[in-house]
């Protein structure tokens, strides 16, 4: 049998779960402990009720919360894209045609700089908290770059997004169909034995609806779940084309319509925002505010990407998201965790609870609120992963 560790003396737990402590949605206990066995908890409550276990840690009166679920990010690519940063920071907007520079840069990339660039990224999000994270292909755009990427991100998490239709590749930039039915065709077969979801980039300068319709469509076909990049740029039909497909998730929606809020509000669509893309864009902040109030289900994440939100940083994503989107730190929290595995259709993550993984960060701070209150602090002391503590 495998051992059980106590983790007590927690100032206050968040376990996303409202039968729970203070009954809100973080479920938030006081003066709590958690009981992990194995991978998985198997106790929450308040430390004077723990069970008795083969091992303890002290929290020292510091706060615990579920690792963090970063359901949107872009972590296979080569290349850097400083120039254009900086560029656009001295005034040229953002466009989805520099993408293409990093297409160029990861074609000629090996797959060990690839799974090397992967690696680092992802030890630099754990240190930050982030136990879950979903990554995608979309920087190689013929069948064997896509298929390699997605080879490459597989042996590293079961949450692998195949992005082909991120945009048409530049050799058939002047006939999109072309590379619509490649996409649809010859990548999506080689792709798809490698990837649990479809993405596409509904964007003017990317898809247009019709050609995002059949790209998804075509993948739930080969048994790849939908999720897009919707209404980023622009006003358009990304968010109505996710609820009418059942998409995991709408991500970006930062133009949106009354009509579109209420699609995401009478639907199991995630509103996955990102507003580090907005940051790094000086581009308008999404109304996290409007979606909460009319019933949308959100979810916060880091689009970590070299172009437009080069951040793996979750708890930075927090504080821009109480800052500048309306959300209140827990609203925030709450959608960087549970709200990322929702984006996910996962109920295993982003909770603390019986029967969850044991996935946590331990903040060296007593309250969760600290996320936003001190930005920029390093304030993650301890994460474990599947209840083996990694920092």
Not at 278 to 297: K, N, V, Y
Request: glycine share 8%; aromatic share 6%.
């Amino acid at each position: 049998m495998s051992s059980s560790t106590v983790i007590t003396n927690i100032a206050a737990l968040v376990t996303n779960d409202p039968s729970l402590g203070d009954h809100s949605p973080l479920g938030l206990v006081r003066d709590a402990a958690v009981v992990v066995e194995g991978d998985r908890v198997v106790w929450t409550g308040e430390s004077s009720k723990a069970p008795a276990t083969d091992n303890r840690v002290d929290a020292d009166g510091r706060a615990v919360l579920p690792g963090f679920v970063d359901s949107h990010s872009h972590l296979l690519f080569a290349g850097d894209r400083t120039e254009e940063f900086n560029a656009r920071m001295s005034g040229r907007p953002y466009s989805a045609g520099g993408i293409r520079t990093t297409v160029a840069a990861t074609r000629a990339a090996s797959d060990a700089e690839l799974e090397a660039g992967l690696t680092r990224y992802l030890a630099e999000a754990l240190r930050q908290g982030t136990t879950t994270f979903e990554t995608k292909s979309g920087y190689g755009l013929t069948t064997a770059d896509e298929s390699r990427a997605l080879r490459v991100a597989a042996r590293h998490t079961d949450e692998v997004t195949f992005l082909g239709a991120h945009i048409v590749a530049p050799e058939l930039a002047d006939d999109p169909a072309a590379y619509v039915d490649l996409v649809t065709g010859e990548m999506l077969d080689a792709c798809a034995p490698h990837a649990r979801w479809i993405d596409v980039f509904c964007e003017k300068g990317a898809f247009d609806g019709d050609q995002a319709r059949a790209i998804l469509t075509a993948g739930k076909a080969r048994g790849l779940h939908p999720r897009i990049h919707a209404n980023q740029l622009s006003y358009g039909p990304g968010v109505r084309l996710a609820v009418e497909l059942d998409a995991a998730s709408a991500d970006h929606c930062t133009h949106l319509t009354d009509a579109d809020v209420d699609a995401l509000a009478n639907s199991r669509t995630v509103a996955t925002l990102l507003p580090g893309a907005e940051f790094s864009t000086r581009a308008q902040w999404p109304d996290a505010r409007r979606l909460i109030d009319a019933g949308a289900t959100v979810a916060l994440s880091t689009d970590c990407n070299p172009g437009s939100s080069f951040t793996s940083s979750v708890p930075f994503c927090v504080a821009l998201a109480v800052r500048d989107m309306g959300m209140t730190p827990d609203e925030a929290v709450w959608s960087a965790t549970a709200g990322g595995a929702a984006a996910l259709r996962r109920e295993d993550v982003g909770r603390l609870v019986p029967g969850a993984y044991a996935d946590l960060t331990l903040l060296d701070a007593p309250s969760h609120v600290h996320l936003a209150y001190r930005p920029g602090v390093p304030l993650v002391a301890g994460v474990w992963r599947r209840g083996v503590r990694k920092v």
